[in-house]
């Protein structure tokens, strides 16, 4: 699906060249197919210097000479730059454009791209820097099932990838994109509790870690629930369930489910 599609990726800061990177380890795009924008010179000349590819400050240049565009900006400057393309006319062609701005809406997109401009919403997280993210795509109004699944494709090269409706964005963003986030919490309390047992620092964020890892493939390789795979380790009067039951009695549960529910209200916020 990519094989010979041009892709232009505007805004070439962390997830800019994080995506341009994994594009090029990928080997699915060549670096003639790739070019970059970013709004200063300093911005522009890193990537070029780091991968060696095209890059501008000009928008409207490069989606001209692009099939794909990947708007790779802020919330607060994306439809602004959507609104300088369609008044510098530079998607006449009717580029995909995918963007990955938190918070903004694709029919927000559509109105300041102009009429007909395919466009598809991306989340993805920080972990797509070693290619171990998660991406979410949602179809716009004028996408097509083929569109989402080029979008799936570019975001594949950095992880896991999903196709929900919009309206889960807000709390695909809390969930999926500020979680990392919210379990590097997790971690560092679980070595606190190791530390204060005696065990040095590193070697309690190790542990911590790697339970954390093996944990989560269990959930995505045996596709078991959560809790069947927790009533596995809980051998009757052990010490996981008295683990458990501590941690009930500071409503684990409801504290990390709560957060999720109030980060989604506050990614809603972000595009306003
Ligand atoms: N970081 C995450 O975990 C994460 C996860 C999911 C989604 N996102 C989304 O990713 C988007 C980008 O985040 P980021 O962390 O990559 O931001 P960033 O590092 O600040 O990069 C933004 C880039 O956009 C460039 N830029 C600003 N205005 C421009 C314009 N009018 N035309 C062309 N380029 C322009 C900037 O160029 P200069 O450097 O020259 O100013 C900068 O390089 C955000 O919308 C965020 O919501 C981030």
């Known amino acids: 699906m990519l094989s010979g599609k041009r892709i232009a990726i505007i805004g070439s800061g962390t997830m800019g060249r994080a995506l341009a990177g994994g594009l090029l380890r990928s080997g699915k795009v060549e670096p003639g197919q790739l070019a970059g924008t970013a709004r200063t010179r300093q911005t522009a000349e890193k990537l070029s210097h780091e991968l060696g590819l095209a890059c501008t400050t000009d928008n409207a240049e ?16 994306v439809v602004k730059a959507c609104e300088g393309l369609a008044a510098r006319s530079a998607l006449v062609h009717a580029p995909l454009v995918v963007s990955i701005a938190a918070g903004v809406s694709t029919g927000a ?36 099932d083929a569109h989402a699944a080029t979008a799936l494709e570019i975001f594949s090269t950095m992880g896991r990838t999903m196709e929900l409706e919009e309206k889960h964005m807000d709390t695909v963003t ?40 093996g944990a989560a493939e269990m959930v995505l390789q045996t596709g078991r629930h959560p809790a069947a795979l927790k009533d596995d380790v809980t051998t009757p009067a052990g010490c996981t369930i008295a683990g458990i039951l501590a941690m009930e009695d500071g409503r684990i549960r409801s504290v990390l489910a709560r957060g999720i529910e109030t980060a989604a209200r506050a990614a809603g916020d972000l595009g306003k």
């Open 62 to 77: 490069a989606a001209r000479s692009a099939d794909i565009l990947v708007l790779c900006l802020k919330p607060k400057d």
């Open 109 to 144: 997109l559509e109105a300041a791209l102009g009429s007909g401009v395919p466009v598809v919403r991306a989340m993805p997280n920080t972990p797509c820097f070693i290619g171990k993210g998660m991406t979410v795509v949602s179809k716009g109004a004028h996408a097509t």
């Open 174 to 213: 809390a969930l999926s994109a500020s979680g990392p986030a919210f379990l590097y919490v997790v971690l560092e309390s679980l070595a606190d509790g190791g530390v204060m047992r005696g065990l040095p620092r590193a070697a309690a964020i190790e542990l911590a870690a790697q339970a954390a890892l």
